[in-house]
């Protein structure tokens, strides 16, 4: 766990290089799980988002940014439900909160911002 409050942690990163996506990243087990997401988070619940998943990041990329990489947004990440298919969670941002489903398909992931928002 990341932080005072024993909260784990999330980053969501722009990357520039080498073609525009981001990467989401939530702070498990002592690692951060992390999917490319080529089209950014979704902002509104009728249209969902590729979520590739991609190997763990060590939690030294909590804060990691070079040339061609940002943070767009950080904080940390609450979960509501879990099965081997699916993930609800909230994102805790600096800003907002944002209640998401990660959606598992026969290949990939799909990132949909649910309906029901905090």
Known sequence: MNGIDERPAFVLHDHRKPRPHFDLRLEENGVLRSWAVPRGLPDDSAHDRLAVAV???????????????????????????????????????????RRYALIRTSDDWLLHLTKDQP
């Open 55 to 97: 190997p763990d990041h060590g939690l030294d990329h909590l804060d990691y940014t070079d040339a061609d990489k940002s943070i767009a947004d950080t904080g940390w990440w609450e979960e509501h439900d879990r099965s081997e298919r699916r993930i609800l969670f909230t994102l805790h941002g600096r800003t907002s909160a």
